[in-house]
T-cell receptor
């Protein structure tokens, strides 16, 4: 069966450290993998998209890697700040996306 | 960035009544919109793809007669939950791509509580 697993339900880190979130999937061959941020009671907000032929993509303090052999994506937030505290969702595809359950990140001052 | 709105943001209704949720793209046109449902502490589950001018495409297990979708214009899709029951209580979110973009712009969501 198809699965999208975000390995940590919750992740707590200290301000200034790098947060690394993991997304693993099985029985999918996505052309795109996306990361979204969701705050409580809000809709997701797009962060980064990476294509199957790309290994890495960066945007400011964010970095995403995509390993189609391992079927895994890593999402990094460097120099984390308390304002980065939120739930981060990985999603496969582009239109009718399939989402992981999310990782709730808490950055402590 | 692109803006998608939803109305209402929150609705409480009695069991057996119908509730309509609107999703609008405010500064772009969307021939396709997507409807998701999210239960507490769970991820978004795709319910259906709303297509302007044609029938919606529903995901397996989603009852098309219960969740009526109408995409009457290039900026508006509506989801009607018919004969709502307490188990339909959830957070309903719509999304739309802008142009040929692969990314989605999400609405703020509608919290439905059925008593």
């Amino acid at each position: 069966s198809q699965k999208i697993e975000q390995n940590s339900e919750a992740l707590n880190i200290q301000e200034g450290k790098t947060a690394t979130l993991t997304c693993n999937y099985t029985n999918y061959s996505p052309a795109y993998l996306q990361w979204y941020r969701q705050d409580p009671g809000r809709g997701p907000v797009f962060l980064l998209l990476i294509r199957e032929n790309e290994k890495e993509k960066r945007k400011e303090r964010l970095k995403v890697t995509f390993d189609t052999t391992l079927k895994q994506s890593l999402f990094h937030i460097t120099a984390s700040q308390p304002a980065d505290s939120a739930t981060y969702l990985c999603a496969l595809g582009s239109g009718d996306m399939r989402f992981g359950a999310g990782t709730r990140l808490t950055v402590k001052p | 960035g692109a803006v998608v709105s939803q109305h209402p943001s929150r609705v409480i209704c009695k069991s057996g009544t119908s509730v309509k949720i609107e999703c609008r793209s405010l500064d772009f046109q969307a021939t396709t919109m997507f409807w998701y449902r999210q239960f507490p502490k769970q991820s978004l589950m795709l319910m259906a793809t709303s297509n302007e001018g044609s029938k919606a495409t529903y995901e397996q297990g989603v009852e098309k007669d219960k969740f009526l979708i109408n995409h009457a214009s290039l900026t508006l899709s509506t989801l009607t939950v018919t004969s709502a029951h307490p188990e339909d209580s959830s957070f309903y979110i719509c999304s739309a791509p802008k142009g040929a973009s692969e990314t989605q712009y999400f609405g703020p969501g509608t919290r439905l509580l059925v008593l």
